[in-house]
């Protein structure tokens, strides 16, 4: 019974946790590229208006 449980909750905790995983770093990919092109934009201004 143990060995044809563990089975199915490593299963599970494999289906599971990408989802969470893939969400967590697209967001955190989107806010890391908006504070970029912030930062770009930032310098751009800087560069034109010096």
């Given amino acids: 019974m143990v060995k044809a449980k563990h089975p199915f909750e490593e299963s599970d905790k ?3 946790m ?3 995983v893939d969400t967590n770093s697209i967001f955190h990919m989107k806010a890391f590229y908006g504070f970029l092109i ?3 934009m ?3 201004v800087l560069v034109i208006v010096g």
């Fill in 42 to 44: 930032i310098l751009g």
């Fill in 18 to 20: 990408p989802e969470t």
């Fill in 38 to 40: 912030f930062i770009y």
């Fill in 14 to 16: 494999g289906i599971h």
